[in-house]
């Protein structure tokens, strides 16, 4: 069983930072992209940032330039660091992973989110 957790969300005024981190575990055999997605409310969920196992990555355009997503392949865990936070980043943040658990199979998984609010 694969399982993906969230860490690092909070309240925090604009202009501030916040970092979060996933931790993946379980059988794993290989992850090939890691990413990090948001769903505000009444919205639909969208990419933010995402990072190939070879360590591209792409990002939305509303978070190019204040956010960085980063990995640690060795503990198979990946951040994002977010910084001069607007009141529109406001969301659940989900962070998730294509994930093959053996040579022949591969799917997407999800974590359960973590809250992001930013307000004054």
């Known amino acids: 069983q694969v399982q993906l957790v969230e860490s690092g969300g909070g309240l925090v005024q604009p202009g501030g930072s916040l970092r979060l981190s996933c931790a993946a575990s379980g059988s794993i055999f290989r992850i090939h992209a890691m990413g990090w997605y948001r769903q505000a409310p009444g919205k639909q969920r969208e990419l933010v940032a995402g990072i190939t196992s070879g360590g591209s990555t792409n990002y939305a355009d509303s978070v190019k330039g204040r956010f960085t997503i980063s990995r640690e392949s060795a503990k198979n865990t990946w951040n994002l660091q977010m910084n001069s936070l607007k009141p529109e980043d406001t969301a659940v943040y989900y962070c998730?992973?294509?994930?093959?658990?053996?040579?022949?199979?591969?799917?997407?998984?999800w974590g359960r989110g973590t809250q992001v609010t930013v307000s004054s």
């Open positions: 998730n992973a294509i994930i093959a658990i053996d040579f022949f199979s591969r799917r997407e998984y």
